[in-house]
């Protein structure tokens, strides 16, 4: 008797869905405390404390990343008008920021420090400073920080954004402060906004 069982052409197999990647921080941004204990930390160690100290207030302040801060220049900032031209990359929009007075004073103090360079931050021989050298930078100044996780430069970009959108500043906005060419990137921040749900309880 043949067997009335269907045989199919192809040996069945059973897909599963693909284990979900397991996240290799505990948080992808760093709280409005703990960049000033970096910047601290930044300020006690190395040779060039009060430039190390500047990259992590202007990437955490303008949500700049590594790329758009090593190729920062001093045409793109006016120490009298107080703003500084962020050009972004990765076909992000430009656009113009007000700078304050803790980054001002830094950045007149490296101006004089580091003179006849074109660049903002540079090595003691006036090269532009390496992606690297600002990883090993901001990572040390974590470890010295006592953060409980190691400490990326992409962390204080996205620390810009989240606390952008717990003060209640519009999506548009920060998404233009940011430079994103796309909103759903600007969304993640306020979702996650704790400003959200302030009226929720009112004891």
Request: glycine letters at 4%; one cysteine or more; aromatic letters at 8%.
């Amino acid at each position: 008797m043949q067997s009335l069982t269907p045989q199919l052409p192809f040996s069945a197999k059973i897909f599963s869905s693909p284990p979900k990647k397991v996240a290799s921080r505990d948080r992808e941004y760093l709280r409005p405390s703990e960049v000033q204990a970096l910047i601290r930390a930044a300020q006690k160690v190395g040779r060039h404390p009060i430039r190390d100290s500047a990259i992590i207030l202007l990437m955490f302040r303008h949500g700049l990343r590594t790329a758009e801060l090593v190729a920062l220049k001093w045409l793109q900032i006016d120490l009298v008008g107080g703003y500084i031209e962020v050009h972004r990359c990765k076909h992000g929009h430009d656009s113009i920021h007000p700078l304050r007075s803790p980054e001002l004073r830094a950045l007149r103090q490296i101006q004089r420090d580091y003179l006849e360079t074109s660049y903002v931050f540079v090595s003691e021989h006036k090269a532009p400073l390496s992606t690297r050298t600002i990883r090993h930078i901001i990572a040390r100044a974590g470890k010295i920080a006592q953060i409980p996780f190691p400490v990326h430069p992409h962390q204080l970009r996205h620390s810009c954004g989240y606390y952008l959108a717990s003060q209640g500043h519009d999506t548009r906005a920060i998404q233009d402060y940011l430079g994103h060419q796309n909103i759903h990137h600007t969304v993640r921040y306020t979702q996650m906004s704790p400003q959200r749900f302030e009226n929720f309880w009112r004891d």
